[in-house]
C-alpha cells in the first residue's frame, strides 16, 4: 500500500552540493521513523541520517556538519540537504520509512561525487 519514492540524485563535483528527497504515500499515518542510508559499491548499507516523529535527528560521523536531514510530517516526506560533497559519498543513496506496523525501503538514487 505505501510508496516509497526518491529524487534529486545525480553528479555533482566536489565541494558542491544535492537535496534529496523521499515521499512514502499511500499511508493515512504519519511515520514515526525516517532515514537516509547509502551504499557503496562492496560495502555494507550504512545508515547516514535520520530524524523521528519528535524531529530528533542523528548523524553519521562522516557528514556531520555537512548534511542536514529533515521531514515533512504532513506529507510523510524526508529530505537531505547534502553540501560540501566528498567523492567518498559517491554511493545509493536509500530511504528507510518506519510506520507502528511495517517498514519500508526506497529504491534508492545514484549520488555520484567527482570532478
Known amino acids: 500500500q505505501v510508496q516509497v519514492v526518491e529524487s534529486g540524485g545525480g553528479l555533482v563535483q566536489p565541494g558542491g552540493s544535492l537535496r534529496l528527497s523521499c515521499a512514502a504515500s499511500g499511508s493515512i499515518f504519519s511515520a514515526y521513523t525516517m532515514a537516509w542510508y547509502r551504499q557503496a559499491p562492496g560495502k555494507q548499507r550504512e545508515l547516514v541520517a535520520s530524524i523521528t516523529s519528535g524531529r530528533s535527528t542523528n548523524y553519521a560521523d562522516s557528514v556531520k556538519g555537512r548534511f542536514t536531514i529533515s521531514r515533512d510530517k504532513v506529507k510523510n516526506t524526508v529530505y537531505l540537504q547534502m553540501n560540501s560533497l566528498k567523492p567518498e559519498d559517491t554511493a545509493v543513496y536509500y530511504c528507510?520509512?518506519?510506520?507502528?506496523?511495517?517498514?519500508?525501503w526506497g529504491q534508492g538514487t545514484q549520488v555520484t561525487v567527482s570532478s
Open positions: 528507510y520509512v518506519r510506520f507502528t506496523s511495517r517498514d519500508y
